[in-house]
């Protein structure tokens, strides 16, 4: 199973700040990794797909980056809106295995 | 509008079985590949499986193969988990998702299946 190492486990930011979030897969998964976002009590919700697509309605001030085993997604001038739990995954293999998921929290 | 709704959580004991079902509308069932992912409390996400259009392709995480099983009803629209041997580790919010090639791009708001006796 290919697996996920997600860091940090969690960051406290400010409304306005941006912030980087890293996913380091065991092998290369030649771009295939998905990043969500998940509010407390609520379904994750898909943020972007193929490193780097950004999935309909979700706002410009999210990216995501990265190739080969190493991956990031950044997001830009934080909102209030964006204090959430971000997961990446594996897509490149079944299991498509979570990173452990990245808690952001407001500071 | 698409929507996915969870049914058939709740407690059980360990050692019993109970099947999870997902009803879904707003799009064409038939044409996308579902899947099941689940959450401790607490914890994060843990992919379950998945299941092609037609069921001919089921893939599973290795450590829950020979205890959950994935089906799928195309005419009623409606996915299935199926889970047996069930132990506290089971303990956790089930989803059910739809697949667009690898993202799951919808989600259903989870059932709560707790194990305890």
């Known amino acids: 199973d290919i697996q996920m190492t997600q860091s940090p486990t969690s960051l406290a930011a400010s409304v306005g700040e941006s912030v980087t979030i890293t996913c380091l897969a065991s092998e290369d998964i030649y771009g295939s990794l998905v990043w969500y976002q998940q509010k407390p009590g609520k379904s994750p919700q898909l943020l972007i797909y193929g490193a780097t697509i950004l999935e309909d309605g979700i706002p410009s001030r999210f990216s995501g980056s990265g190739s080969d085993t190493q991956y990031s997604l950044k997001i830009n001038s934080l909102q209030p809106e964006d204090f959430a739990s971000y997961y990446c995954?594996?897509?490149?293999?079944?299991?498509?295995?979570f990173g452990a998921g990245t808690k952001l929290e407001l500071k | 509008e698409v929507k996915l709704v969870e049914s058939g959580g709740g407690l059980v004991q360990p050692g019993r079985s109970l099947k999870l079902s997902c009803a879904a509308s707003?799009?064409?069932?038939?044409?996308?590949?579902m899947g099941w992912v689940r959450q401790a409390p607490g914890k994060g996400l843990e992919w379950i499986g998945e299941?092609?259009?037609?069921?001919?392709?089921?893939n599973y995480t290795p450590s829950l193969k020979d205890k959950f099983t994935i089906s799928r009803d195309n005419a009623q629209n409606t996915l299935y988990l199926q889970m047996s041997k069930l132990g506290s580790e089971d303990t956790a919010i089930y989803y059910c998702?739809?697949?667009?090639?690898?993202?799951?791009?919808?989600w259903g708001q989870g059932v709560m299946v707790t194990v305890s006796s």
């Open positions: 299941i092609n259009k037609d069921s001919s392709t089921i």
């Open positions: 707003g799009f064409n069932f038939n044409d996308y590949w």
């Open positions: 998702a739809r697949a667009t090639g690898i993202p799951f791009d919808y």
């Open positions: 995954q594996n897509g490149l293999s079944t299991p498509y295995t």
